[in-house]
């Protein structure tokens, strides 16, 4: 009995480690507090509580999501008009997006005049007999969730592994021929949180699973710098959005946008990217207090949230609303401003109060 329960927890130990999630929430005053998360293929493990509990739906906001992948722009326009922005993406496709910036927010992403992924959330999100806040159980027992997912092309084959983590955060259900649906969940109440359609195409070039495959993957965009300053713009307000619609969700106030605080952030994901580190002290010893200073940011309380290696920008939201320290930040209802920095995969967030 002694070896087998010194096996047991021997293995536990070894899984857990195979994880990587750095959070600090040490402050460096009591008015600065920081908080990062790293994505390597994997995110970490989450203690998740099931709520059986059904809510009733919001009103409805794309009722039939799914069936809008291959549709052309034209019918797009027609149903949605147009959009509020037209936001470059680092896998080719352009992200047209729709938000009232309270409680509807939706991102097509469009190849070729043809919608190839969706992204939404918010309190409307209401689609396919899914609705915003809605048990993880339902929507299991609706679906059927599945720890691998298979999808062909021509010759090759290709199986997107979840481990337990993404079963409960991000699942992924092949729902159509060359149609999958990621359900984002809120680990903290193990509520539906959004919800992204793609093409197998599109999850090919995004990688968000382990992948085991017979042929070959789409090779990486090679992308000039012009590109990068447009993805890294685009993917920067949509974080801004994204976040000021989960604060709506948990009836927190809207934030501001903070012009100077987001060079702020910028900076130190461009620093981070190029010095290849992630922390949220830089190589020189600087913390967020410091880089605050640099720029002659006045502020009462300040905090920091970091990611890395997301593949965007409604990812690395995800992850941290999944994250006891960045949620935190995310929700602290004296926060009034928030910068945004971007640079490639690397993610800034610096939050204010004035």
Partial sequence: MRLIRSIIILSLLVLIGYYLLEVNNEPQDYSVQESSLKLENRTSLLETKL?????????????????????????????????VRKDLSAYGYEWWVYTNNEQKYIQFGVLDNKVITIYVTGKDLYANQLYAGQPYQEV?????????????????TYTFKLNNEEMQMRPLVKVAENVFVQYY????????????????????KQRPYS???????????????????????????????????????????SLNWGESVSKVAFLHSKDMAENNYFSHYGLNGDGLKERLAAQKVYYLSAGENIAAQYPDAPAAVQGWLNSEGHRKALLESDYTHLGVGVYHFYYTQNFLQK
């Fill in 51 to 83: 709520v059986p509990k059904r809510e009733k739906p919001t009103r409805k906001f794309g009722n039939e999501l799914f069936q809008w992948i291959g549709k052309d722009i034209k019918q797009l326009s027609e149903s949605f008009g147009e959009p």
């Fill in 140 to 156: 299991n027992k609706q679906f059927s969730f599945k720890d691998k997912v298979s999808m062909s092309q021509g010759i090759s």
């Fill in 185 to 204: 969940f809120d680990t903290f109440t193990s509520k539906l949180s959004a919800v992204r359609v793609s093409t197998g195409e599109v999850l090919l």
């Fill in 211 to 253: 992948i085991e495959y017979r042929g070959k993957l789409p090779a990486k965009s090679n992308l000039s710098d012009e590109e990068w300053n447009k993805i890294e713009s685009g993917m920067e307000q949509q974080i801004f959005s994204i976040t000021n619609i989960i604060r709506s969700q948990f009836d927190k106030s």
